[in-house]
């Protein structure tokens, strides 16, 4: 089946450890992103790639790093500096970032992350 | 002021009632509108995905779409408790993709 996989689901992190957060995807689509999701917050960008060895920081880049070596791979490590990492992150892709006609977005299942 | 508003509820209903849910934006660019559900503990889905003014209809579901106020809407009719979750509508305008916060909706038997 054609999709967008994130692993692992739940993730529990120390204060000051990185984490790498794992996104792939088989749909063949150019562009991926990076969101965060807080309750009562909705989703805010973190970082997005419209093609391979290159992204783009969105909205709250701060404390986090990725990179595009695949088409198919998007993965996202959380660092120390990222002061409050506990949250809901959500992998997505569409077929290319450019949105004139309208391409629409996809979502994976989301990656639990608790900092302990 | 967030580009886009929803009232993030909870929205209690009545099984078979029919919800209304709501976004409103502040920017005229934009010109695509989809609403996405997210079930607890998952990713969104994408649901509906309109670009005009008007209407459009999907089974149980209708999206609906007034430039003119900076307004979007998303029907459900005959709800039932499978549809409680969060929703989400979404906005883009050129490279921009905007979300608003969610509203969670729940449907009781």
């Known amino acids: 089946d054609g999709g967008i996989t994130q692993s692992p689901k739940y993730l529990f992190r120390k204060e000051g450890q990185n984490v790498t957060l794992s996104c792939e995807q088989n749909?063949?689509?150019?562009?991926m992103y990076w969101y965060r999701q807080d309750p009562g917050q909705g989703l805010r960008l973190i970082y997005y790639?419209?093609?391979?060895?290159?992204?783009q920081k969105g909205d709250i880049a701060e404390g986090y790093s990725v990179s595009r070596e695949k088409k198919e791979s998007f993965p996202l490590t959380v660092t120390s500096a990222q002061k409050n990492p506990t949250a809901f992150y959500l992998c997505?892709?569409?077929?290319?970032?450019?949105?004139?006609?309208?391409?629409?977005?996809?979502f994976g299942e989301g990656s639990w992350l608790t900092v302990v | 002021q967030k580009e886009v508003e929803q009232d993030p509820g909870p929205l209690s209903v009545p099984e078979g009632a029919i919800v209304s849910l709501n976004c409103t934006y502040s920017?005229?660019?934009?010109?695509?509108f989809m609403w996405y559900r997210q079930y607890s503990r998952k990713g969104p889905e994408l649901l509906m995905y309109?670009?005009?003014?008007g209407n459009k209809e999907d089974g149980r579901f209708t999206a609906q779409v007034d430039k003119s106020s900076k307004y979007i809407s998303l029907f459900i009719r005959d709800s039932q408790p499978s549809d409680s979750a969060t929703y989400l509508c979404?906005?883009?305008?050129?490279?921009?993709?905007?979300f608003g916060a969610g509203t969670i909706l729940r449907v009781k038997s």
């Open positions: 979404a906005m883009i305008y050129g490279n921009k993709l905007v």
């Open positions: 309109t670009y005009s003014s």
């Open positions: 997505a892709s569409s077929i290319r970032v450019s949105t004139n006609s309208g391409n629409t977005i996809y």
């Open positions: 920017n005229s660019a934009f010109q695509y």
């Open positions: 749909l063949n689509h150019d562009a």
């Open positions: 790639s419209q093609i391979v060895n290159d992204f």
